[in-house]
């Protein structure tokens, strides 16, 4: 049974930074497609960034230059590394699994949780990341 568990959120100043972490158990993260989505206060749930198996990465452009995906295959743990962070990135924070991604997957994919194959994914109770200006 594939188990995915977030931390690292916090209360912080806009500006500051934060990395997030999800462990996983069940499954080796190097044998999945790994990505970072967020809720904020009255809206969808949103992609972030996802990286495949293979190493391959794709960031929502709101994000692009400012967060970096990154995983430990020997903790078995994906992390997302926040900069410059702005009052709208303010949100619950989840990790998912799922078995591939592929271009869609860490592109227009991205989108959305109910786009594919997110559509098929394992994800975590989230974290919350609050950003106060």
């Known amino acids: 049974q594939v188990q995915l568990v977030e931390s690292g959120g916090d209360s912080v100043q806009a500006g500051r930074s934060l990395t997030l972490s999800c462990t996983v158990s069940g499954v080796e993260i190097g044998l999945r497609c790994m990505g970072w989505f967020r809720q904020g206060p009255g809206k969808g749930r949103e992609g972030v960034s996802a990286?495949?198996?293979?190493?391959?990465?794709g960031y929502t452009d709101s994000v692009q230059g400012r967060f970096v995906i990154s995983r430990d295959m020997n903790k078995n743990t994906l992390f997302l590394q926040m900069n410059s962070l702005k009052p709208e990135d303010t949100a619950m924070y989840y990790c998912?699994?799922?078995?591939?991604?592929?271009?869609?997957?860490?592109?227009?994919?991205?989108?959305?949780?109910?786009?594919?194959?997110?559509?098929?994914?394992?994800w975590g109770q989230g974290t919350q990341v609050t950003v106060s200006s």
């Open positions: 990286i495949d198996r293979d190493g391959a990465t």
């Open positions: 998912a699994a799922v078995s591939l991604c592929g271009e869609v997957g860490l592109g227009n994919g991205l989108r959305s949780p109910s786009a594919f194959p997110w559509t098929f994914a394992t």
